[in-house]
């Protein structure tokens, strides 16, 4: 696993916590070794089953770190 895959899923994890990780179809993906699509990352974007662009923002960031190691300079 690269840099940026291992920071991208730490990210991702803290986010939705360590029980919804564990729970989610990138978890699957990632140890069973198959391709990490962007719908893994980008299916986390509600809050009490309300849309967030802002979750939808930062799951976009995080695909982008996974895929093509993009560092934002600004935090998240």
């Known amino acids: ?3 940026n895959e291992f920071d991208a899923l730490v990210s991702f ?4 916590g360590g029980d919804r990780f564990r729970a989610s179809s990138l978890r699957a993906d990632v140890v069973e070794g ?3 699509g962007e ?8 809050v009490s089953g ?8 930062r ?4 695909w982008s770190l996974y895929t093509d ?3 934002e300079r600004t935090p998240w």
């Open 50 to 57: 309300q849309f967030s662009q802002g979750l939808e923002d």
């Open 1 to 3: 696993m690269s840099q």
């Open 69 to 71: 190691g993009e560092y």
């Open 13 to 16: 994890t803290y986010n939705v």
């Open 34 to 36: 198959n391709n990490v």
């Open 59 to 62: 799951r976009y960031r995080e």
């Open 39 to 46: 719908h893994d990352f980008t299916d986390y974007h509600f």
